[in-house]
Every structure is written in structure tokens, then in C-alpha cells.
T-cell receptor
Framework: EPEVTQTPSHQVTQMGQEVILRCVPI?????FYWYRQILGQKVEFLVS????????KSEIFDDQFSVERPDGSNFTLKIRSTKLEDSAMYFC?????????????FGAGSRLTVL | SQQGEEDPQALSIQEGENATMNCSYK?????LQWYRQNSGRGLVHLIL?????REKHSGRLRVTLDTSKKSSSLLITASRAADTASYFC????????????FGAGTTVTVRA
């Protein structure tokens, strides 16, 4: 069964440092997403990406965040100058069509701890 | 906010019993999806129900959708210990919508 893979599974960083979370979506999927889940809270939408550009982003996704698809397989989330409140589980997801009409396949997540 | 809200927040049942959880949302939707999350893991899609559907089944899962009440329910029949997880509803507003809005989830514990 195809799956979305994420690395690292857990990253610990110092406040103010930059972090890059990596994802390999399912190969025939065209739409890519990042969601995050602060411990014990809701899963929150961050950004969606299609055709090499951001298609939608939430108010959480400010200038501190950026996404990139540097090659044909990877999809990355960069968090600049991390803050304590960025500590969360970050999930990458992909879908064949936009999420409103189809289902998302999620990765296992990258747990980010900011100290 | 479009986010779904699940009810109850937590549910503890005996193996073999049925588990029912509800989701309410605020505005018109294109579809509603249910996902499962095992502790510390990613979300796994369970079932999608479109706004023109009223009920769907998948194995031991039964989902209903009442658009007039803006609510959905997920029923897990004959529960097993492996069903212990958090269950989330997520709504998609339009067929070309890029964003799913998740609720806070219902944590289900199935006791052996």
C-alpha cells in the first residue's frame, strides 16, 4: 500500500533555530498538504500546494513558514526562527484531487520540540 | 468556523459493545470524512460521505449524515481492543476545496 513518508520522526531544536521537515508524498498524487497538531488539540490546516505553488494557506502559515517541492518527490516545510509554541506534531498529507472531493493520505508525522 | 465538533470527548466501552460518536458542523459542506488516529501516529482515513448521501457502511463502520441538523455520526459495531484510538471528523466545503477542517476528536478506549 503506497504511503506518505516523513522525516525526521522527532526533532528537538533550540528556540530561534530553523527547521526543515521533509515529506515524500504518494507518487501519483498531485496535491500536498501540511497540517499540525499541538499536543491534545485539534489537527489544524497549515497549507496546501499544487502545481508548484501554494493553493491555500491558513492564518497560522505566516512568513515564518515556507514550503517547497525541490524535486519530483520531496515536499518540505521550513520553519524559520522557531518559537516555543511551534512545538507540535506536523503531518504531511497528499491526495489525488483537492481534499474536498477526495481523501487525504497522511504520513506518520514529525514531532517538533522547541526548547 | 467550519470546524466539526465531536461528542463525546471520550468514550470507554467493553469489547464487543458498539461505540457511537457524533460530529456537528456549522455551514454547508460538500463532504464529511472520518479519520482514526492511533496514539502518536498519523491519521488514517476511514470513510467519506458526501452531502447528498445519508448513510454509508464500511465493514463494522456506519456513518450517517443529516445535513438539516448539520451533524454526522460514526458507529463502530462489535468493537475490538484494536479500535482504541481517537476519531476525528473533517469537513470539506466544496469539491475543489483544498482544506479539511478537523474537529477535536473523540478518544475511544475499548476494554478487553
Amino acid at each position: 500500500e503506497p504511503e506518505v513518508t516523513q522525516t525526521p520522526s522527532h526533532q528537538v531544536t533550540q528556540m530561534g533555530q530553523e527547521v526543515i521537515l521533509r515529506c515524500v508524498p504518494i507518487s501519483n498524487h498531485l496535491y500536498f498538504y501540511w497540517y499540525r497538531q499541538i499536543l491534545g488539540q485539534k489537527v489544524e490546516f497549515l497549507v496546501s500546494f499544487y502545481n508548484n505553488e501554494i493553493s491555500e494557506k491558513s492564518e497560522i502559515f505566516d512568513d515564518q513558514f515556507s514550503v517547497e517541492r525541490p524535486d519530483g518527490s520531496n515536499f518540505t516545510l521550513k520553519i524559520r526562527s522557531t518559537k516555543l509554541e511551534d512545538s507540535a506534531m506536523y503531518f504531511c498529507a497528499s491526495s489525488v484531487t483537492p481534499s474536498g472531493a477526495n481523501v487525504l493520505t497522511f504520513g506518520a508525522g514529525s514531532r517538533l520540540t522547541v526548547l | 468556523s467550519q470546524q466539526g465538533e465531536e461528542d463525546p470527548q471520550a468514550l470507554s466501552i467493553q469489547e464487543g459493545e458498539n461505540a457511537t460518536m457524533n460530529c456537528s458542523y456549522k455551514t454547508s459542506i460538500n463532504n464529511l470524512q472520518w479519520y482514526r488516529q492511533n496514539s502518536g501516529r498519523g491519521l488514517v482515513h476511514l470513510i467519506l460521505i458526501r452531502s447528498n448521501e445519508r448513510e454509508k457502511h464500511s465493514g463494522r463502520l456506519r456513518v450517517t449524515l443529516d445535513t438539516s441538523k448539520k451533524s454526522s455520526s460514526l458507529l463502530i459495531t462489535a468493537s475490538r481492543a484494536a479500535d482504541t484510538a481517537s476519531y476525528f471528523c473533517a469537513t470539506g466545503l466544496r469539491s475543489n476545496d483544498y482544506k479539511l477542517s478537523f474537529g477535536a476528536g473523540t478518544t475511544v478506549t475499548v476494554r478487553a
